[in-house]
């Protein structure tokens, strides 16, 4: 007897949007999650009247439609949105100085004009040139029309009109944004920017960061009129429109609820193994500690994470010594702080970008700092006359100087408060007294993440290079088990781990039921 269609192991954006899509294909789906609360790095939490987004902070391509962003594409296909706040400005804290930025058109030309001069802007206008074909072809195809069988045919040939101009650029969209920026871009300060777009994106250099990641975000960021969106709620209510999707069409989803181990039987994947008491939350109450699965299980935990559900013997050595070998990008800091906004400036950014010095390279540690203010733009994540804000140094604070480090110990806490001063220092450039204001003051290291998001090491993911190795797709060796989210293709980032999920959903779901979503979804 099977407790399930289909068990996901983690309910982070990639492990929600595969499970809302099979519920929604008619599959009955649990999605069980470790933590109290959904949404991976992405969810969102609240402490003394604050809201706070844990992780991702920036969102585009979700308030419109038809939209290439495939987290559009999967709310879209259950039928759930959340209302949209929309702005297009950054404020930008660099070695060359403090200024503001847009995305779209040409504002950053005017950015150039200031900093660089006219041999600069020519440089960024031959490379938006050069970008726009390979745009148009990274958004050519619906991710949603992805398939990893001869199905591909039926739901690809759908898209051939728009995918034929195309075809000869794909090889090209497969290598390293690098050697695209190399052909036209010497310009000091440009590569530097571009430098730090290509590890906010993937957490990785231009050279190791594929030309169809960038070549999404040139077609979503540099358009004319682009608007960035910013989810009313924060993280959490996007989080919250994917469970609803869920349980819209049957699904359930077990918070608190550990899985320790995947059951394989003669190399079938057919459940899961959980933690002896399955949580009290949402009245679940005391339950079996094994939950069965009667066609697939989806892991949509990390390459690394998902090793360790897997029993001893049911890879071979060679594949087991290889994923455990796969390169890892560091992990965070954060600050998530309550403040006083009396007295602030009316004209706040909701982004801020703090570089300390570019000679250092971007991917040093503690030399890139981003600051998230959503409360400039959705006053209900605050107390009346109140700000949140999300301060986070983004996949380059190393592991190894926490991993060996107690928690509940004086070296944490002394090693804590030292390396996130960089962090507070970057804060006090928009906010000279930001320390005064502070109501709530929350820091979260490495060890926070491996320990709240079972994230081996607390990793940003895979530091697979582009042009060198590839994302794998979906499926494994184990019959019946599948993956999801940032250790698969396309990778890293929101976009990327919504995708990760439908291409999941995709290779377990026929092909008919593929074809009536992409239909009704105007695809």
Known sequence: MSDTDIIVIGSGIGGLSCGALLARYGYRVTVCESHTLP??????FKVNGFKFDSGPSLYSGL?????????????????????WANYDTWGCRLPEGEF?????????CEVLAQLRGSEAIAQWRALQKLMEPYSRAAIALPVAALRSDLGAALTLGRQSVRLLPHLSRLSKLRGSFGTLMDEVISDSFVRNWLEMLCFLISGLPAEATS????????????????QLDYPMGGSGALVNALVRGLRKYGGTLRTDAHVEQVIVEK???????LRDTLGQSKGQGKGSNTLRAKIAVVSNASAWDTLKFLPQGSLSPERVQ?????????????????????????NLACHYIVVNDWEEGITTPQNLILISIPSVLDPSLAPPGKHVIHAYTPGNEPFEMWEDLDPKGDSYQRLKAERTGVIWRAIRRVIP???????????????????????????????????????PGPKTSIKGLFCCGDSTFPGIGLPAVAASGMIAAHAIAPVSKQLKMLKDIGL
């Open 211 to 226: 030309a169809a990641a960038m070549s999404f975000l040139f077609a979503d960021w540099y358009r004319p009129q682009v």
């Open 100 to 108: 503001e930025t847009q995305v779209g058109g040409d504002q950053f």
């Open 267 to 273: 190399n079938r994947a057919v459940g899961v193994r």
């Open 322 to 346: 290889a994923q455990a070998a796969t390169p890892e990008c560091e992990s965070f800091l954060h600050l998530h702080l309550g403040i006083d906004g009396a007295g602030l400036p009316q």
């Open 433 to 471: 007294d930001i320390r005064d204001r502070c109501e709530v003051t929350l820091a979260g290291t490495p060890l926070t993440h491996a320990r709240f998001l079972r994230r081996h090491h607390g990793t940003y993911g895979p530091a697979w290079a582009a042009g060198q190795s590839n994302f």
């Open 63 to 83: 308030s419109y439609r038809p939209s290439p962003n495939p987290l559009r594409q999967v709310l879209d296909a259950i039928e759930e949105d959340v209302p």
């Open 39 to 44: 949404g991976g790095a992405a969810h969102g």
